[in-house]
């Protein structure tokens, strides 16, 4: 999506309020003992509650209102009867519409104390993502982001996963301008002013590529390795990246 008029832009940023804000309630609410299942209730309720739809399930029949990922699941990850427990890394991917407007966002929690390692990865993969937003602006090429996020990755250790993609949102879930790398590549696209995206790095401490778990939809760290991803929808400027998926 681009936006070209005012009343696009309030709708965007209404739908990513709402996106924002059950991510950080579903975030204060998880607790050990608690399932996948429950927290992924939770934030279904308060969708409801604001008016929004899950995008997940309305676009591709996804079993949950949000993705719910923990441990060696990096994304997808299906709510059920998985109970959560202290030290766990938990991802919860939260996408919705209203209005006909979508937003998408997304973050690696810490469920209690973890590895110093693992808290470490944390505070870089949300840097990764700090890093490929500050190089949306308009008229700036899309290979920047990754080239910036590609840089930081090496630079500290870590590797990228590599099919899993920021992308074009706004109208749906998933939009042109499609997969956009969050890794070094030869995109010749520029950002256009108004552009709709994601940025979402998946930085990891080794894994390379997303797998297919049985189910059909949870993904996995190919090689298996601790994987985190933070995600803002954000909408392109001539000063620079307008992110909307934040709370308030």
């Known amino acids: 999506m681009t ?12 739908i990513g309020r709402i996106v924002a804000n ?7 609410a998880m607790e050990p003992g608690m399932t996948t299942r429950e927290l992924d209730d939770l934030g279904r309720q308060w969708l409801e509650t604001e008016g929004a739809q899950s995008a997940p399930q309305a676009v591709y029949d996804f079993p949950g209102a949000t993705c719910i990922s923990v441990n060696e699941e990096i994304a997808h990850g299906i709510p059920g009867d998985r109970v959560l427990a202290l030290g766990d890394l938990v991802n919860i991917d939260v996408s919705a ?30 840097k990764a993502m700090q890093i490929g937003i500050a190089q949306v602006r308009a008229d700036r090429p899309l290979a920047g ?11 500290r250790g870590y590797t990228l996963i590599r099919n899993l993609a920021s992308h074009g949102v706004g109208r749906s879930l998933h939009e042109y301008p499609e997969e956009i ?5 030869r995109d010749r696209r ?19 590529w997303a797998a297919d ?12 390795a601790p994987t985190v991803q933070y995600e803002h929808t954000v909408v392109a400027t001539d000063r620079g990246a307008m992110v909307v998926t934040l709370p308030g």
């Open 22 to 28: 059950t991510l950080q309630r579903m975030s204060q």
């Open 213 to 224: 778990g049985a189910d059909g939809w949870t993904l996995y760290a190919e090689p298996a």
């Open 97 to 126: 519409s209203k209005n006909g407007f979508f937003a998408d966002t997304g973050a690696t929690f810490r469920l209690g104390q973890v590895k110093p390692s693992l808290d470490r990865l944390c505070r870089d993969g949300q």
């Open 190 to 208: 520029r950002i256009n002013r108004g552009l709709v995206l994601t940025v979402e790095p998946f930085l990891s401490k080794g894994g390379l």
């Open 3 to 14: 936006i070209t008029h005012e009343d696009e832009l309030d709708g965007l940023k209404e």
């Open 145 to 155: 982001i990754g080239k910036a996020v590609g840089q930081f990755a090496s630079k």
């Open 181 to 185: 790398a969050t890794w070094p590549n």
